[in-house]
């Protein structure tokens, strides 16, 4: 049961434009989410967070809009540099149990 | 300060033979959590560890074993290993369980190739 979603396996955008990665969830239950950056060989980083008493998160050229009605939440990267090319996973830490749910990612390719 | 720390970086094994994997946390944090990521997917989770107990299990078989030393390092160990077991095994530690505003620190992972 994928409880969270991430429906774009790849995306590509030119250097300086805007990057938007989408994420959906199922369960209501969560009331926090995450967003990690990997690349090759290195395990995920931090990237951003949001509560759900909140609808956006900024933080530098990364800012995260949560959309609860719509069990939907976006990562937005402005300007787009080359080194921002990694695969992106958003997450939601556990409501009840241990285990952190993550999507499966989003690979972006930004072209200088 | 040290991060996550992972060894082996890269393992080959073949089938049916047993593997053991590291972990050390990063100083300070006393959770330590097993994922698996196969290519294409997210981590999914294998086990968490605090205080030197078993807090949580995913749905992974029995081959899938771990324990937590008391300086919080870990480890992984798959028995009678499967083609299928290949995958990037990551370890995340993080402070607390459960707190507000939890988030997993990762180590650079252990790449499994069962042939």
């Known amino acids: 049961d994928q409880q969270v979603k991430q429906n774009s396996p790849s995306l590509s955008v030119q250097e300086g434009r805007i990057s938007i990665l989408n994420c959906d969830y199922t369960?209501?239950?969560?009331?926090?989410f995450l967003w990690y950056k990997k690349y090759p060989a290195e395990g995920p980083t931090f990237l951003i967070s949001?509560?759900?008493?909140?609808d956006k998160n900024e933080d530098g050229r990364f800012t995260v809009f949560l959309n609860k009605s719509a069990k939907h939440l976006s990562l937005h990267i402005v300007p787009s540099q080359p080194g921002d090319s990694a695969v992106y996973f958003c997450?939601?830490?556990?409501?009840?149990?241990?285990?952190?749910?993550f999507g499966t990612g989003t690979s972006l390719t930004v072209i200088p | 300060d040290a991060g996550v720390t992972q060894s082996p970086t890269h393992l080959i094994k073949t089938r049916g033979q047993h593997v053991t994997l590291r972990c050390s946390p990063i100083?300070?944090?006393?959770?330590v959590s097993w994922y698996q990521q196969v290519l294409g997917q997210g981590p999914q989770f294998i086990f968490q560890?605090?205080?030197?107990?078993?807090?949580g299990r995913g749905n992974f078989p029995d081959r899938f074993s771990a324990r937590q030393f008391p300086n919080y390092s870990s480890e992984l160990n798959v028995n009678a290993l499967l083609l299928g077991d290949s995958a990037l095994y990551l370890c995340?530690?993080?402070?607390?369980?459960?707190?507000?505003?939890?988030?997993?620190?990762f180590g650079s992972g252990t790449q499994l190739s069962v042939l």
């Open positions: 560890y605090y205080e030197k107990e078993e807090r």
């Open positions: 369960n209501s239950m969560f009331d926090y």
């Open positions: 997450a939601a830490p556990p409501y009840t149990g241990n285990q952190f749910y």
């Open positions: 995340a530690s993080s402070p607390e369980v459960g707190g507000a505003g939890e988030k997993l620190f």
């Open positions: 949001i509560s759900s008493i909140k």
């Open positions: 100083s300070g944090h006393k959770s």
